[in-house]
């Protein structure tokens, strides 16, 4: 793509560390005929060829430019076994491309005066719903939540439904994870958990559910006929598969207003159009354009993992080409879906893209290809940015000693640094615990400015982390007496389930004193 975002590549590292062949044609939208002399030829073949090539399933693309739809077209199977073709028309899943849905959604209840963007979320929800390890209640606004700088830690957790883990309400998740552990707004990070917390103050403030007011207040205005909400049925989905043509099952988050929405690429783009210029036939104008545009601002004087150039506006992802043209976009992705939607204002230009398998890397390379092939009389560059290297602080030697505080019972923990020893954790409260190593993750990996990231290769006694293999990463931040984190369980892959199946990243507060000598 012209300009990748650093930040989703922050939020994603950990699932990507985690974590080609087939038939193929094209089919054509019913719905509109290309009205552009422009020729996509070299993206087809780009297409078909990654196809073979990456075992793609299949992909579906959608681009539009001065209010028309220029090119829609799929290729492949939406379901490779009942040899059903992918169309515009194919429901996939979307994942975080959900987010900016719920944020229209919240712009419309803004719009309509039902809440204040610099209201405290804490008059939209139950006060026990969120701990504070950083601020008050009162410091936490729905803006900061919608920006990913509330204080909230990342967060994401996967079920599957050949298994059998129930998913937790989110008044639940909120109370065991719903942790202000950063600076309220001071700090970006992509936490899901903020998003839904989103979801949950859409169901107070409209006294509906989630799914019914997306599809009422966001879908059905904005034409959006096949966009559904945390789906019951699976028909007409296209089946997920992982790189080596395996099914992965239906699978669901316990924050659902962070990914549960499923889309066709023909919706993705009758919504992007709409964050365009908001006056796109057979849409409602749900909210101003004023609006519009104030999503696809950042904030002022926020740190972000890496440069300046990525930053995070109410639900837009927004960066900017080397020759200074805003991109607005969100990705969404996860174990057998990618989808992507970015749009360049400036030009009136969206592309949308939609895959039945997770597959980052070629989402951008061809988002960057269609681009440039969109318009071929621009000075845009095709091009990934990728993450600068942010230092993290020098961990002084000596003893830091203190404890990891889960939902019903804390962990003392020790780390200790020496020039002869090392980096060694100590963990539980037996007299003697035995040392463990700590991996300390590269300077290259995006980060907050000033943040230690490391990993351990141990587990948690609790029960939400208890349901599959896992361990512990840490991302501490320097306090006056020691430092001050989150210590994340990451869930693995079972290998019987197959490798690319991804289950939890559930944080933890953990505080470190240092011991004087």
């Not at 509330?150 to 719903?178: H, M, R």
């Not at 499923?262 to 964050?275: E, N, P, Q, R, T």
């Not at 700590?438 to 943040?451: A, E, S």
């Amino acid at each position: 793509m012209i300009i990748k975002c650093k930040s989703y590549f922050y939020c994603c590292f950990y699932l990507l560390l985690a974590l080609a062949t087939t038939s193929c044609w094209s089919t054509n939208s019913l719905q509109e005929e290309p009205t552009s002399e422009i020729s996509f030829l070299s993206i087809r073949e780009m297409i078909e060829t990654a196809l073979v090539e990456r075992n793609i399933p299949s992909v579906s693309v959608s681009v539009a430019h001065k209010g028309l739809i220029i090119w829609e077209e799929s290729f492949g199977w939406a379901d490779r076994e009942n040899e059903i073709k992918a169309s515009p028309d194919t429901v996939y899943s979307i994942a975080s491309l959900t987010k900016p849905m719920t944020a229209t959604a919240i712009m419309t209840l803004e719009n309509s005066g039902a809440v204040l963007l610099d209201s405290p979320i804490e008059n939209f929800i139950s006060p026990e719903l969120l701990t504070f390890h950083e601020g008050s209640s009162q410091d936490v606004t729905i803006k900061q939540v919608l920006q990913h700088t509330s204080g909230l830690p990342q967060y994401f957790n996967y079920f599957y439904d050949d298994e059998t883990d129930e998913v937790k309400a989110i008044e639940e998740v909120l109370q065991n994870f719903g942790t202000i552990v950063w600076s309220p707004g001071n700090e970006f990070v992509y936490s899901n958990l903020g998003y839904g917390l989103l979801g949950s103050v859409i169901e107070t403030v409209s006294s509906k559910s989630l799914s019914t007011y997306m599809k009422d207040d966001v879908f059905v205005p904005l034409d959006m006929k096949k966009t559904v909400f945390d789906p019951d049925s699976k028909l007409g989905i296209a089946v997920k598969y992982d790189h080596d043509g395996n099914i992965i099952p239906f699978m669901r988050t316990d924050t659902p207003g962070s990914g549960s929405a499923y889309a066709s690429v023909h919706d993705l783009i009758k919504f992007g159009m709409f964050h365009l210029n908001g006056e796109v036939d057979n849409q409602i104008q749900i909210i101003d354009n004023p609006t519009i545009k104030e999503m696809q601002q950042a904030p002022i004087g926020i740190s972000y993992p890496d440069s300046v150039s990525t930053r995070y506006g109410l639900g837009w992802f927004l960066g900017e080409t080397p020759e200074g043209v805003q991109v607005v976009m969100h990705e969404g992705g996860w174990t057998g879906a990618s989808a992507m939607l970015k749009l360049i204002p400036s030009e009136d230009l969206a592309v949308a893209v939609t895959m039945n398998v997770f597959d980052s890397e070629f989402i951008n390379l061809l988002t960057d290809e269609i681009l440039a092939t969109a318009l071929p009389d621009s000075d845009l560059i095709p091009g990934s940015i990728y993450p600068d290297s942010t230092e993290s602080f020098v961990l002084q030697n000596g003893r830091y000693s203190g404890e990891i505080t889960m939902s019903e019972q804390t962990v003392p923990i020790s780390i200790e640094k020496s020039d002869d020893m090392g980096l060694y954790a100590f963990i539980g409260d037996s007299p003697s615990p035995d040392p463990v190593s700590l991996r300390i993750i590269p300077d290259f990996v995006p980060r907050l400015p000033g943040h230690f990231l490391a990993s351990l290769p141990v587990s948690l006694n609790d029960e939400n982390a208890q349901r599959r293999p896992h361990d512990i990463f840490l991302e501490l931040k320097l306090t006056d007496n020691g430092m001050e984190g989150t210590a994340t369980a990451r869930g693995q892959a079972t290998p019987l389930r197959g490798n690319e199946r991804q289950y939890f990243l559930l944080p933890y507060h953990i505080t470190l004193d240092r011991n004087s000598n």
